[in-house]
């Protein structure tokens, strides 16, 4: 869901054509957490083009499209700019995405996630609460483990989609993911073990 994160508050709004109020609901952020200015920095541009997408798609007046478009946002970072999650041991394994499915954390296996090009592996204690957690949270979805077709539909940026399958990412889009995973993972919790067997879109376009 793009609107994880927010909270969902009820509210009125007057229609377009008559003075009438209608129910909804607006996200809003919560107030209960700390604020400061590493908090609140001006939104990403990928979230400006999603509210400019449905504000066109919905019918909203142009000049609240204007606003939107004249709004100070973070740039999308280049690609020069990605960062990385780590590098792929030399010589480590090449794993397909059944092998990272199967490390899920459970009944003494490990726990892994795939990202680009690359498999990581929690280095957690597996007896601990954190370990914990971090089974739980990837049970709760198909294909949790494989983040280029996770996080998409939670960071979900127009410029690349939501690809259904790996061969629907291109290598930019992937490192792209990446970059912002990067952000999640930290070097006490996870460690690259190998290499992840898959397919780009410019390899199967290639290959027609």
Sequence with gaps: KIESGYLRTPGKAKRYDSDD?????????????ERNEEVDKPPQQRYIEIMVDGA?????????????LGHECTPRPLPHEFKVCGV??????????E?????????GRPLCFAVNDKVLRCILDPESKEFE???TWYSRFPNSQITDLLLPRFLYD?????????EECT??????LE???????????WEVIARFERKWKEDCTSDE
């Excluded at 066109?56 to 939107?68: M, R, S, T």
């Excluded at 290598?171 to 792209?176: G, V």
């Excluded at 990067?182 to 919790?189: G, L, V």
């Design 133 to 135: 957690e971090k089974v």
């Design 56 to 68: 066109k798609h919905f019918g909203v007046k142009q000049e609240y499209i204007d606003y939107l």
């Design 179 to 189: 970059h912002m995973i990067s952000a999640f993972r930290t070097e006490k919790e």
């Design 158 to 166: 127009p410029k690349y989609g939501a690809p259904s399958m790996l």
């Design 99 to 107: 092998q990272v499915n199967e490390c899920d954390g459970k009944d």
């Design 88 to 97: 792929v041991p030399e010589g480590a394994d090449t794993m397909s995405v």
């Design 21 to 33: 109020l209608v129910d909804i609901f607006v996200y809003t952020r919560d107030e209960s957490k």
């Design 171 to 176: 290598r930019e889009h992937s490192a792209y």
